[in-house]
């Protein structure tokens, strides 16, 4: 599933190669992803100049003079950039075409995927209404976290993965920024100190400000042609390594289930 570094790096890939472009066709294929891609957008989008590409939480939303739409790649979307002669793959289900004969393709096995209309005035999309500030924005920090835990009896771990609090610390990142922070996934939120939530905001934003950093190095294979795009290879300290030793003490990672989700952590290094 594309985490949100993933999607920055797609989103900082596109911009450049979608910024002034025309958009002379947009091509539904396949209009039944996660919702029915509306009929209109075809004729919106026809002729449009895009203006900027930018991101919130997992969502793409790109504007244009005309009509801007909103993106989400579900579980298993892929965007490419390729020339006309490109052969179609199954579950190519959108085409942008552009000005330059360069096609946008979004491809997604499962579907799960969206592509909606942006509202046209300030309004912001239902979809986005609800959802908490971006991990590396200024306003989420240590107070943000501290404030908005008390009382709170929930794992700390659901507690950061939740969307309304901050958004896009999947579980990988949750799982690895608790344990640099040194705080077990399990504890409740409320009972989890000022102290640990100063080092928790910083492990969150670095982990996720790394993944973006490298991020830059799959680029590459997010433009080839075959439109596939690594995963993130930052090296992984605990997550997915439940019962090996930890690297910093040596003690035998453990791991329980915290809202559905597997979460491994050292019993000596967090607290
Ligand atoms: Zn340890």
Redesign the pocket.
């Known amino acids: 599933m594309p985490e949100l570094p993933e999607v920055e790096t797609i989103r900082r890939g596109l911009e450049p190669l979608l910024a002034g472009r025309r958009i002379t066709t947009f091509e539904t294929r396949e209009p039944r992803l996660r919702w029915p891609v509306p009929t209109e957008l075809a004729q919106q989008l026809a002729g449009a100049r895009v203006q900027t590409l930018s991101r919130r939480a997992k969502y793409l939303l790109l504007e244009t003079d005309r009509a801007g739409i909103l993106l989400h790649l579900g579980m298993s979307g892929s965007l490419r950039h390729c020339t006309p002669g490109t052969p179609l793959r199954r579950h190519d289900h959108l085409i942008l075409h552009l000005d330059n004969g360069y096609q946008i393709r979004l491809h997604d096995p499962r579907r799960f995927g969206c592509c909606l209309p942006l509202p046209s005035d300030d309004t912001l999309h239902p979809l986005l209404a609800d959802l908490g500030p971006e991990p590396l924005a200024p306003e989420f920090d240590a107070d943000y976290l501290f404030q908005r835990s008390r009382g709170r009896r929930s794992a700390v771990k659901a507690f950061i993965m939740d969307q309304a609090i901050v958004v896009g610390v999947g579980n990988i990142y949750a799982t690895e920024a608790l344990f640099l922070a040194g705080i077990r996934p399990g504890r409740a939120a409320g009972r989890v100190t000022r102290a640990e939530y100063d080092r928790l905001a910083v492990h969150i934003r670095t982990v996720l400000a790394t993944a973006i950093e490298q991020g830059g190095t799959t680029l590459r294979d997010f433009l080839r042609e075959d439109g596939t795009h690594g995963y993130f290879r930052q090296s992984l300290r605990v997550y997915g390594r439940a019962g090996e030793p930890?690297?910093?003490?040596?003690?035998v990672?453990r791991t329980r289930r915290i809202g559905q989700r597997a979460s491994s952590y050292?019993?000596?290094?967090?607290k």
């Open positions: 930890c690297h910093v003490c040596n003690s990672l050292c019993p000596t290094c967090q």
